[in-house]
């Protein structure tokens, strides 16, 4: 039986907070999970041009605000004014992109745990590990830290040189040859799997390499069932309405 390493995180984590039920990445998003007992959310955070970091999902404004263009390539002026809620219903117009000290305060206020995945706009892998993990070191001193996440080993490499001490964790869509020397070698604490990809010999593999596993994005019963069995240590989910956290 392997040992792992203490870990301060719960089992159910709510995937752009609980983006499907309120616009992801947003305020309301990560109180929408927070009323349904969900105590931590997994969250996607970017760089603007200024270096001012925020949450967005992708590296485009358009789907989710009323910005147009490439958002790394705007200041923080710009993109604080713009509606990230209308897209998703009437009733969020107004909801703004939450800068990375807002949802600090959010987080203190009322106990929220995090999964912030680093997601460098074009050219700004290195940068953006690095500005996040500085910041969340400043913003979360005396918090639990939130696990720094990425599908970009030059971030998760980047958030180590600046503060080593962050819990990182290796996203993956595929295991790929040698997936598991690559987050040893960067330091991580974890790795984050997508579902389709994952089962018990390679979670074995992990916990006996001294990670633990997180999976995303399981939203059917079926599926969450097969990776709890199969030894899990964590899952991220939209259907934060289908599946109640312990
Ligand atoms: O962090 C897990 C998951 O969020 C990765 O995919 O595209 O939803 O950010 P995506
Ligand atoms: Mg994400």
């Known amino acids: ?134 910041e969340v070191a400043r913003l979360w001193a005396d918090l639990t830290p939130p696990l720094l996440s990425s599908f970009e080993c030059a971030s998760l490499e980047a958030a180590r040189a600046a503060v080593e001490s962050l819990p990182r964790a290796l996203l993956l869509e595929r295991l790929t040859p040698g997936w598991l020397d690559t987050a040893r070698d960067l330091g991580c604490a974890a790795v984050v799997v997508h579902c389709g990809a994952l089962d018990v010999a390679a979670i074995t593999r992990a916990h006996e390499a001294g990670l633990r596993v997180l999976s995303y994005t399981v939203n059917r019963a079926a599926e969450a069932r097969r990776l709890q069995a199969a030894g899990i240590d964590g899952l991220i989910t939209d259907a934060v309405d289908r599946f109640a956290p312990d």
């Open 1 to 134: 039986m392997h040992t792992l390493p203490p870990w301060p995180y719960p089992f159910w984590i709510a995937h752009r907070g609980a983006g499907k039920l309120a616009p992801e990445n947003t305020l309301a998003a990560f109180r929408a999970g927070q009323v349904l007992g969900y105590r931590m959310a997994e969250c996607d955070v970017t760089l603007s041009a200024d270096e001012q970091p925020f949450l967005l999902h992708d590296a485009t404004l358009e789907r989710t605000t009323d910005g147009r263009g490439v958002a790394a390539e705007h200041a923080w002026s710009a993109l604080a004014g713009l509606d990230a809620g209308a897209w998703h219903g009437p009733r969020f117009r107004g909801e703004r992109l939450p800068t990375l000290e807002a949802l600090a305060d959010h987080a203190r206020h009322s106990g929220l745990l995090l999964n912030l995945e680093l997601k460098p706009g074009p050219g700004q892998a290195a940068r953006t590990g690095a500005v996040v993990a500085r």
